[in-house]
């Protein structure tokens, strides 16, 4: 497996594409608007932007094959070993719109014995405030400053990187990225409004676009169409310093419970097929969310334990940024898959499922 470090600012381009960028693909260019190392970020604290050393040691680890993980046994062990709890959405707390069996007594465990949780997922459908009411639809108590989207993490890159305010950002997505962009004060067009729009081709047509767009955003958009592809691809072609970024690289999601359907990633992929350029990944496995969360909350990662169901973004996610890792197999990943050969990517723990925590302590008691 191939993973790729750029040294400034610290970000990960994602491995959980459905293959490997081409060898023509160009590195995601530096940004143009900013040399700085260190940012504020919107409403929050201080954020480096230097390559994390636990990201090289991950990379390294990875490439030298890491020890099996082990099946959780104690519960009570690992609660008592870390102050926060870092939690994926999709496969671990619901599928779809349905949740997933015994989440509310898990959280609720976790909370009567003083855990911080906290809510990141790679959906950028949704603003956080919106993710506050999904929470709220299915019954959890959940504070809007516990969740943290991608759709959050594009708009507060964007931030760190002084991007002008006279300049647009074109959003392959939906309405998450959009909420996300307005409340950061950035100028925005396309969206689930470019959904319907369709191109004529016939001879001489010449597609015209906005030269004032310096970043296309790409996320997971459900009305993704070939004129969406095409103005994304002008834009980062022709338009000097143009930002390619990436909510994240999914190779899949959970739209509903019944299967897993295509993710984020195919959307980003179309756009680096076109334009043979890297993306800018904001969401897992970058570390920027990352660094984010520990300096808001003022903790050490070593405190944090990442869970997920998913080995390329969640696990990785934890692991380059220093956290135990716990992998939950009520989502994407499978044993099998876990234990393969060709698997590198090995966390700390795995459960089948979150509510494994009461049934654990249970049994040790």
């Known amino acids: 497996m ?14 959980s594409s459905s293959s490997a960028p081409s060898s023509s693909a160009q590195a995601p260019a530096p940004s143009p608007f900013s040399g700085k190392s260190t940012v504020r970020l919107r409403g ?23 020890a099996p993980a082990a099946k959780l046994e104690d519960a009570d062990a690992l609660i008592d070993s870390v102050e926060t709890f870092i939690f994926d959405c999709d496969g671990v707390i619901w599928k779809g719109d349905k949740l997933i069996d015994g989440v509310p007594e898990t959280l609720d465990l976790l909370r009567s014995k003083g855990k911080r949780l906290v809510f990141v997922t790679n959906n950028s459908t949704k603003s956080r405030k919106q993710y506050g009411k999904k929470f709220e639809t299915l019954g959890l108590s959940v504070d809007e400053e516990e969740i943290f989207a991608s759709s959050f993490a594009a708009a507060a890159y964007l931030q760190s990187i002084d991007f002008p305010k006279d300049k647009k950002v074109y959003v392959i997505g939906e309405e998450g990225i959009l909420k996300e962009l307005e409340l950061a004060g950035f100028q925005h067009l396309g969206g689930p409004t470019d959904g319907d729009k369709k191109i004529e081709l016939k001879p001489g047509y ?41 909510t994240n690289r999914d190779a899949v999601t959970h739209l509903t419970d019944a299967q897993e359907w295509a993710g984020g990633g195919s959307m980003v992929g179309a756009i680096l097929g076109s334009t043979k350029q ?6 897992k496995p970058s570390t920027f969310m990352m660094d984010y969360l520990a300096k808001k909350f003022g903790i050490t990662t070593s405190q944090i334990c990442m869970v997920g169901d998913r080995l390329d973004t969640d696990i990785l996610f934890g692991q380059n940024g220093g956290c135990k890792t716990l992998l939950v197999l009520s989502g994407v990943t499978s044993l099998q898959t876990l234990q393969s050969p060709d698997n590198s990517i090995q966390p700390d723990f795995y459960t089948n499922q979150i509510s494994d925590f009461l049934t654990l302590k249970a049994a040790t008691v």
């Open 206 to 246: 010449y597609m015209e676009h906005d030269k004032d767009v310096g970043a296309v955003v790409v996320g997971f958009d459900r009305y993704f169409n070939y004129y969406k592809v095409q103005y994304g691809t002008l834009c980062i072609r022709e338009n000097p310093g143009c930002l390619f970024i990436a």
């Open 2 to 15: 191939l993973l790729q470090v750029r040294a400034s600012p610290a970000f990960l381009p994602s491995t």
């Open 44 to 66: 929050g604290p201080v954020v480096s932007l230097a390559a994390a050393p636990s990201a090289r040691r991950s990379v390294m680890a990875a490439a030298a094959g890491a």
């Open 278 to 283: 890297e993306p800018l990944v904001v969401g």
